[in-house]
């Protein structure tokens, strides 16, 4: 069975940091591009970033961009999502996902993590 587990996140104040955690099992995700994506109570998936795995290209939200660095150790099958400078807008449900993504869209998914909660106090 393949599974994406996410771990990391917790609740901490405006200006802090968290590092989210992805790590596969079941399979290999390193032909996957993999990204990340987030779901404030009554809002749509949203996307946050992903990492490409021809090339590692990346690509963030506007939101995030010059916040949040995601990487992947392809050696020890985990992507993770580095955010800093949190602030209470960034409060959500962090999704890992893997697929193949042209326009960051969460439809373009193919596997799923459980999500893991982030709040941040202001």
């Known amino acids: 069975q393949v599974q994406l587990v996410e771990s990391g996140g917790g609740l901490v104040q405006a200006g802090d940091s968290l590092r989210l955690s992805c790590a596969p099992s079941?399979?290999?995700?390193?032909?996957?591009?993999m990204g990340w994506f987030r779901q404030a109570p009554g809002k749509e998936h949203e996307f946050v970033s992903v990492?490409?795995?021809?090339?590692?290209?990346?690509d963030y939200a506007e939101s995030v961009k010059g916040r949040f660095t995601i990487s992947r150790d392809d050696a020890n099958n985990t992507v993770y999502l580095q955010m800093n400078s949190l602030k209470p807008e960034d409060t959500a449900v962090y999704y890992c996902?893997?697929?193949?993504?042209?326009?960051?869209?969460?439809?373009?998914?193919?596997?799923w993590g459980q999500g893991t909660q982030v709040t941040v106090s202001s």
């Open positions: 990492i490409r795995w021809a090339g590692g290209s990346t």
């Open positions: 996902a893997a697929g193949y993504y042209r326009r960051n869209n969460p439809d373009e998914s193919t596997y």
């Open positions: 079941g399979r290999t995700f390193m032909m996957y591009d």
